[in-house]
């Protein structure tokens, strides 16, 4: 089968490498589109330390079922399918807890790593468990269930935050996950949702996506609109979807006493945090890692229209155009969102 793999750092080849092997309780997915996560672009320079070469990376993906396994029941080949990034066991403690996303034996698609090292989807076939697949509705596109991966990180976070209907919630970073985290909120009930960003674009886009409110940090102090907005108060939950010491200090004096933190971003492995200012103003720090058994919901707001991911996609392009792809992405052309490969 056709599959790009990354052979050294920053070094993506088109080769050919066998068909997936299929265990008793997987399924064969003929791979449709798969997007090129940041992490992806991240882990492809070797700075992560989690995507170590030779690896076929690619972890957001949608296709059609070839081949069932012989212990599998309840698909048959031909069905349009998704699939969780997070390869489960299900029998450690906190995969009974339903805490999948926290397993003890955890997996992800596409990741290398000391502790294990499993093929992703950027090729024309990939065997995955059949517990971590999902039907898709024939209203989806591939293109854009191949983006529920992410759609699920946005959903997971506001599940795991304190915003409420009626409440002011704000989202620092209108990247990808940060302009769904703006239509989850929205899906939730929130109606007065904060997009704070460095680019108008991205500003721009958030206000069509469903924020009420856009401030751009290089011009205005998002912290005194937020405040302004909210007699003084702040916002009820804040959002820090980039990763990084200047984002989340945004994040933590943006929300009023009492308030919650939800911490989606990870780019930096270490941060500065105000402790000071969380312990004397007793906010709630959550972090929010993958997602939880939210796949079944994402289908389902993307399938009514409630989270819109067309107006995030950049381009679709054939599998060939991978390295090129990975290199302005990497390179922080302006204007990218998302690139989806088709094998």
């Given at each position: 089968?056709?599959?790009?793999?990354?052979?050294?750092?920053?070094?993506?080849?088109?080769?050919?490498?066998?068909?997936?092997?299929?265990?008793?309780?997987?399924?064969?997915?003929?791979?449709?589109?798969?997007?090129?996560?940041?992490?992806?672009?991240?882990?492809y320079d070797?700075?992560?330390?989690?995507?170590?070469?030779?690896?076929?990376?690619?972890?957001?993906?949608?296709?059609v079922i070839?081949?069932?396994?012989?212990?599998?029941?309840?698909?048959?080949?031909?069905?349009?399918?998704?699939?969780?990034?997070?390869?489960?066991?299900?029998?450690?403690?906190?995969?009974?807890?339903?805490?999948?996303?926290?397993?003890?034996?955890?997996?992800?698609?596409?990741?290398?790593?000391?502790?294990?090292?499993?093929?992703?989807?950027?090729?024309?076939?990939?065997?995955?468990?059949?517990?971590?697949?999902?039907?898709?509705?024939?209203?989806?596109?591939?293109?854009?269930?191949?983006?529920?991966?992410?759609?699920?990180?946005?959903?997971?976070?506001?599940?795991?935050?304190?915003?409420?209907?009626?409440?002011?919630?704000?989202?620092?970073?209108?990247?990808?996950?940060?302009?769904?985290?703006?239509?989850?909120?929205?899906?939730?009930?929130?109606?007065?949702?904060?997009?704070?960003?460095?680019?108008?674009?991205?500003?721009?886009?958030?206000?069509?996506?469903?924020?009420?409110?856009?401030?751009?940090?290089?011009?205005?102090?998002?912290?005194?609109?937020?405040?302004?907005?909210?007699?003084?108060?702040?916002?009820?939950?804040?959002?820090?979807?980039?990763?990084?010491?200047?984002?989340?200090?945004?994040?933590?004096?943006?929300?009023?006493?009492?308030?919650?933190?939800?911490?989606?971003?990870?780019?930096?492995?270490?941060?500065?945090?105000?402790?000071?200012?969380?312990?004397?103003?007793?906010?709630t720090l959550?972090?929010?890692?993958?997602?939880?058994?939210?796949?079944?919901?994402?289908?389902?707001?993307?399938?009514?229209?409630?989270?819109?991911?067309?107006?995030?996609?950049?381009?679709?392009?054939?599998?060939?155009?991978?390295?090129?792809?990975?290199?302005?992405?990497?390179?922080?052309?302006?204007?990218?969102?998302?690139?989806?490969?088709?094998?």
């Amino acid at each position: 089968m056709r599959a790009l793999l990354l052979t050294d750092k920053k070094k993506l080849q088109l080769t050919d490498l066998p068909e997936p092997e299929l265990g008793d309780d997987e399924v064969l997915v003929r791979v449709a589109a798969c997007g090129i996560c940041g992490s992806d672009v991240h882990g492809y320079d070797g700075s992560t330390g989690r995507r170590i070469p030779p690896i076929v990376m690619g972890h957001e993906a949608a296709g059609v079922i070839e081949q069932i396994g012989a212990g599998v029941r309840g698909f048959r080949t031909g069905e349009r399918v998704t699939f969780d990034s997070t390869v489960y066991c299900g029998v450690c403690d906190f995969c009974c807890a339903g805490k999948v996303n926290l397993c003890d034996n955890r997996q992800v698609l596409g990741v290398s790593c000391d502790d294990y090292r499993r093929n992703g989807a950027f090729a024309e076939y990939v065997a995955v468990p059949a517990h971590i697949v999902y039907r898709l509705p024939d209203s989806l596109a591939m293109e854009h269930a191949a983006l529920i991966e992410a759609v699920s990180v946005a959903v997971h976070a506001v599940h795991r935050s304190e915003a409420s209907p009626g409440g002011v919630a704000v989202v620092v970073g209108a990247g990808m996950i940060g302009l769904l985290t703006v239509q989850a909120l929205r899906a939730a009930g929130v109606d007065r949702v904060v997009a704070i960003d460095l680019d108008d674009t991205r500003l721009a886009l958030a206000e069509q996506l469903g924020a009420s409110t856009t401030v751009n940090s290089k011009l205005n102090d998002p912290v005194e609109e937020v405040r302004e907005m909210t007699s003084g108060r702040g916002a009820a939950a804040s959002f820090e979807v980039v990763g990084a010491t200047e984002p989340l200090a945004t994040a933590i004096n943006c929300v009023a006493k009492g308030g919650s933190v939800t911490l989606i971003g990870n780019v930096s492995p270490q941060v500065d945090l105000s402790l000071q200012s969380v312990v004397t103003r007793e906010l709630t720090l959550y972090g929010s890692c993958a997602s939880q058994g939210d796949y079944p919901r994402c289908i389902e707001l993307m399938a009514s229209g409630e989270i819109d991911v067309a107006p995030l996609l950049t381009a679709q392009a054939p599998l060939d155009d991978g390295p090129q792809w990975f290199e302005r992405l990497y390179a922080r052309e302006p204007g990218l969102m998302k690139i989806v490969l088709n094998p």
